[in-house]
């Protein structure tokens, strides 16, 4: 929006109205967020570093998730006893 590019899609710079380009980052970040991406839309500079950090987080969710869930499973064993 100020000027930096952070991605490209199919090979060329992003182009299009606000909402093409919104619908396109919004397809990017869930790629990235749930697997690894295809690779049809590309960061570049400081987007790199934010898709990383993004799918970090995409992993460390889910294992938040069951780590959570089994120690309150152990919490209500013990509860029991």
Not at 31 to 58: C, K, M, N, W
Not at 66 to 74: L, N, P, R, T
């Amino acid at each position: 929006m100020k000027g930096f590019h952070v991605i490209v899609e199919q090979g060329s710079l992003f182009t299009g109205s606000y909402f093409d380009k919104l619908n396109s980052s919004m397809y990017l970040s869930a790629i990235t967020l749930f697997s690894v991406g295809y690779g049809d839309i590309v960061p570049i500079g400081i987007g790199r570093i934010l898709v990383v950090v993004e799918a970090l987080i995409g992993y460390t969710i889910p294992a938040a998730f069951v780590v959570k869930s089994v120690i309150d499973y152990e919490q209500n064993n013990e509860l029991k006893k």
